[in-house]
C-alpha cells in the first residue's frame, strides 16, 4: 500500500507560482507511476500531470503545458508539480495519486481510474 500526502497549497495572487508536493509512505514507491489531478465543482476531476516511474516520461493536459511542470524523487519518495503563471481558473483542489505499473518503467496514464492510491488534496485558490 502507499500513503499519500499533499502540500504547499494556498491562496495566491494570477501570476504567480507556487509548487505542490506529495509525499508517499509505503512500500516500493518506485512501482508506481504518479500523477496530479485537480477537481472543481464546474468540471469535476480532471488530470493535470503525470510522471513515469523512472521519471524519464512526463504527461501534461494540454491547456497545461508550458505552465506546470511535474518531477519525482524517487530516493525521498516524493514528487512535486511546479505551477507557474497561474489563472484564476486554476483554483482547485489539486490531488497527488499513484498508478502501479509493473510492466513498464515508461508509462503514463490519464485516466483517473487506473490510479491505485490518492491523497486527500491540498487546496489551491487564484485570487487577485
Known amino acids: 500500500q502507499l500513503q499519500l500526502v499533499e502540500s504547499g497549497g494556498g491562496l495566491v495572487q494570477p501570476g504567480r507560482s507556487l509548487t505542490l508536493s506529495c509525499a508517499a509512505s509505503g512500500n516500493s514507491f518506485m512501482d508506481y507511476a504518479m500523477g496530479w489531478f485537480r477537481q472543481t465543482q464546474e468540471k469535476g476531476r480532471e488530470f493535470v500531470a503525470g510522471?513515469?516511474?523512472?521519471?524519464?516520461?512526463?504527461n501534461y493536459a494540454d491547456s497545461l503545458k508550458g505552465r506546470f511542470t511535474i518531477f519525482r524523487d524517487n530516493a525521498r519518495k516524493t514528487v512535486s508539480l511546479e505551477l507557474s503563471s497561474l489563472k484564476v481558473e486554476d483554483t482547485a483542489l489539486y490531488y497527488c495519486?499513484?498508478?502501479?505499473?509493473?510492466?513498464?518503467?515508461?508509462?503514463?496514464?490519464?485516466?483517473?481510474?487506473?490510479?491505485?492510491?490518492w491523497g486527500r488534496g491540498t487546496q489551491v485558490t487564484v485570487s487577485s
Open positions: 495519486a499513484a498508478d502501479q505499473i509493473l510492466w513498464s518503467t515508461k508509462t503514463v496514464r490519464t485516466n483517473d481510474r487506473s490510479y491505485d492510491y
Open positions: 510522471i513515469s516511474r523512472n521519471g524519464l516520461t512526463t
